[in-house]
């Protein structure tokens, strides 16, 4: 079951935040977040494991709901770069092969 | 230096044609793994290895046919091209194959079927 992201999209200025949701019917084992720019490959963001935890790095953080089977994205004072498409990936709890379900996507972009 | 490599970036081809894309990481990984990403930007997984062995293997038409010669790579070949085809093909590895891996994807190989 694919994973839903919102919103789809969203417009900042610089130095604004932004919190993108990725919600799953399915318990959980992980979520990955990645960022793709246009014409370029997927790059990764951070993991997250179920346990509720919350990782960071920069001004690029995230959590992990295992209740609500939910994760968030929170950019905080956006920058030009952090434009692009925000996918996140889920594993359900049973599988633990490395298979991610994609959410749909959402595209930031961050204007002067 | 380059981590995850495809060949070739590109590929245009008739309706029908057979055509394969090449993969290799060089981060002596165990895991590599094909993903289809359609026109809505929409990433699926397609198939995984895990040092030559076939892991995941999802619902792909049996046209799709991927070999691992050996654990730095992973090929694609793809026989009777159809228009549906068309869409960007990419390759990822990881350490396992577990969870908890980040998975480095390589730059993609943009297939036209005309």
């Known amino acids: 079951q694919q994973p839903v992201q919102s919103p789809q999209a969203v417009i900042l200025r610089e130095g604004e935040d932004a919190v993108i949701n990725c919600s799953s019917s399915?318990?959980?084992?992980?979520v990955h977040w990645y960022r793709q720019k246009h014409g370029e490959a997927p790059i990764f963001l951070m993991i997250l494991l179920k346990g509720g935890e919350q990782k960071g790095h920069d001004k690029i953080s995230a959590s992990f709901n295992e209740k609500k089977q939910q994760s968030s994205l929170y950019l905080t004072a956006s920058q030009l770069s952090y434009s692009g498409t925000y996918f996140c990936g889920t594993e359900p709890s049973s599988s633990n092969t490395g298979k991610l379900i994609f959410g749909q996507g959402t595209t930031l972009q961050v204007k002067p | 230096d380059t981590a995850v490599s495809q060949t070739p970036k590109y590929l245009v081809t008739q309706m029908g044609n057979d055509k394969s894309i090449k993969c290799e990481q060089n981060l002596g990984h165990d895991t590599m793994y094909w993903y289809k990403q359609d026109s809505k930007k929409f990433l699926k997984i397609m198939f995984s290895y895990n040092n030559k062995e076939l892991i995941i293997n999802e619902t792909v038409p049996n046209r799709f046919s991927p070999k691992s010669p050996d654990k730095a790579h992973l090929n694609l070949h793809i026989n009777s091209l159809e228009l549906g085809d068309s869409a960007v093909y990419f390759c990822?590895?990881?350490?396992?194959?577990?969870?908890?891996?980040?998975?480095?994807f390589g730059p993609g190989t943009r297939l036209t079927v005309l």
């Open positions: 990822a590895s990881s350490p396992w194959g577990a969870s908890t891996d980040t998975q480095y």
């Open positions: 399915k318990a959980l084992y992980s």
